[in-house]
């Protein structure tokens, strides 16, 4: 019930309860997601930052180590010997020798395990002589672009032979002449790939996510396999170069087939390098999301909780409640011996509401007694006025059947006089049965054919009786004499009119309803008269039909005698029209036993 005290109950309980807590709860899962989200991105970024700032520190000592070497005194007299072609051929070896030992020694000294290689323009490298150099990508880049800083490649021209089967990484510097500035080639200085490698690799963000070092170009400088991430990788690439000039670092959001990303990224501005960490927003937030889901699983858990509190107060103040209003609907119906059953049994406790539901109870039997007590005294009223009524009835009747007798007698007619007597007798054995007040339909038809057979003998043919009686309805049981005063009446008024009377009679079952219907062409009635008739019936009460000295006795009758017997269950359909004719249906249960 929507209405119910136990649904307003519920309803205070989630408005005070239920909401604000809900409202906690969301807020604070918004707020705290906020902070942690905060974090997350905070600490991915110190990531890539330290990753950062480790390669810049390696690139800076990289790139000390070329201005050593290139200031060095074997590097400066092998530059000058080479210089001069006026060197024997044993000096200028010699130089060579030199500077080959220094790159060895300084490569050996160096815990970043760092080798140094010199090439002139003229020749090749000093360790293996080999101008194959030439036809590698790094140095078309630096000779055609000016990149210093190589990607990851193979490096034959190694002094450890170690070296020559590592992929490394690499700082081109000019090879110069201090003193005249004279360009003969370029220094490479190397340090493995696997330095940074190792330490990019290891940064995951989530379960799948990843770094990359790359060129503005999208190349990876550390010969990483972007794989799956390369798309991604390189749209946020492409967004950096769009819209963050002069910002090193920051974070950009991504959507990529139905998929959002986050790549957090890093600039390399010496290196015109770049650190892009890509991840899927999903994994990245997991944590966030596992906090939601234990905020909502806790939440649900104390909103259980909370219900089933609202719900076991509620429960006891409207239970007791509804099982007296349950109880009431049965009082109110007559019905005490139900609400009896479904009074709510006292508690223990002397509660307001036990209190209330113990003096309905012990009201209930009083009441019950009263009405009880009342009751056999309105019957036993009743039933003496519907005796008076059906008594009312056989005076009336029997006197107008003798005068028809008599009519006979007087015109000599011995043998309708015998079976109109006949007839008589079985219409007095019928009315004499005191048996029971309910009787057929087949009966009360049979009586009323008699009945009809007394006044045919009279009128002849200014009689016409026609009788329809449904052969379902023959079965079922009628108070006893409701149509012999309606088919009197009938015939009264149509002769009155001066034609012949048409009745008709009908007995049909429609449902679980008997219509019984009275049909003639006479005088008809006025709607006052009907208005009249039927507000006389309205009272319930036969008293008022007993004390009636004026027309339509025979139908206030019935009438009032089918209202006493069948209460609410009879329904009539009383239709007039002056010198036209009425119809009367009586629509009584239909009663099989």
Request: one cysteine or more; hydrophobic letters at 40%.
């Amino acid at each position: 019930m929507p209405y119910s005290l136990r649904s307003r109950l519920m309803l205070s309980f989630s408005i005070l309860l239920i909401i604000p807590f809900t409202a906690v709860v969301f807020i604070l899962s918004k707020e705290s997601a906020k902070q942690i989200q905060s974090s997350i991105e905070t600490s991915t970024l110190q990531t890539i930052d330290q990753f950062a700032s480790h390669a810049d520190t390696l690139l800076l000592q990289i790139e000390d180590t070329g201005k050593q070497v290139l200031s060095s005194p074997f590097t400066q007299q092998w530059i000058t010997t080479s210089l001069n072609g006026s060197g024997t051929a044993g000096e200028r070896y010699l130089a060579m020798q030199q500077l080959r030992n220094f790159f060895s020694s300084y490569a050996i000294n160096n815990s970043n395990i760092i080798s140094i290689s010199a090439f002139r323009d003229d020749g090749g490298g000093i360790w293996t002589q080999d101008r194959s150099y030439k036809d590698r990508e790094w140095y078309k880049q630096y000779m055609h672009m000016n990149i210093r800083w190589t990607g990851a490649h193979h490096d034959p021209d190694q002094s450890d032979e170690s070296m020559r089967g590592r992929e490394v990484n690499s700082l081109v510097v000019p090879l110069v002449q201090l003193q005249s500035l004279s360009n003969i080639g370029f220094l490479k200085i190397n340090y493995p790939t696997s330095l940074l490698r190792s330490d990019i690799d290891k940064i995951r963000f989530g379960s799948s996510g990843r770094a990359f070092l790359l060129t503005e170009e999208g190349t990876s400088v550390l010969d990483q396999n972007l794989g799956d991430s390369k798309q991604v990788v390189s749209e946020g690439l492409a967004y950096v170069k769009a819209h963050s000039t002069g910002i090193i670092s920051g974070i950009i959001p991504l959507r990529q087939k139905d998929r959002d990303y986050l790549l957090f990224y890093r600039k390399l501005p010496a290196q015109n390098w770049i650190i892009i960490g890509e991840v899927p927003e999903a994994e990245l937030y997991a944590k966030i999301t596992r906090i939601k889901q234990t905020l909502l699983l806790g939440s649900l858990g104390l909103l259980v909780v909370v219900i089933a509190v609202a719900l076991w107060l509620s429960i006891g103040i409207t239970r007791p409640l509804s099982a007296m209003a349950r109880a009431m609907r049965h009082v109110k119906h007559g019905r005490f011996d139900l609400a009896l059953q479904h009074m709510p049994k006292a508690g223990k406790r002397q509660s307001e509401v036990n209190y209330v539901a113990s003096v309905f109870e012990q009201m209930t039997h009083r009441l019950k007694y009263l009405i009880e007590t009342e009751f056999e005294t309105d019957l036993r009223r009743k039933n003496a006025e519907y005796k008076a009524l059906l008594l009312q009835i056989n005076p009336h009747f029997y006197y107008n059947t003798l005068e028809i007798i008599g009519g006979l007698a007087a015109m000599k007619q011995e043998e309708l006089v015998m079976d109109a007597t006949e007839a008589l007798a079985k219409m007095m054995r019928y009315s004499l049965r005191l048996d029971s007040d309910l009787v057929k339909v087949s009966e009360e038809m049979g009586y009323i054919r008699d009945y009809l057979f007394i006044l045919h003998l009279r009128h002849q043919d200014n009689l016409n009786v026609t009788i329809h009686c449904d052969p379902q309805t023959e079965s079922l049981h009628i108070a006893k004499f409701i149509l012999q005063p309606l088919v009197e009446n009938a015939i009264k008024y149509s002769l009155e009119k001066g034609d012949t009377a048409e009745i008709t009679i009908s007995s049909e079952l429609r449902g679980n309803q008997l219509w019984l219907t009275i049909e003639d062409n006479g005088i008809g009635m006025s709607e006052e008269l009907i208005r009249s008739v039927l507000a006389d019936t309205e009272l319930r009460s036969g008293v008022g039909i007993l004390n009636d000295k004026g027309n339509s006795i025979g139908l206030r009758n019935v009438l009032s005698r089918c209202r006493l017997y069948y209460g609410d269950l009879f329904e009539v359909n009383l239709k007039s029209e002056l010198n036209v004719g009425t119809s009367i249906t009586l629509k009584l249960p239909a009663v099989r036993s």
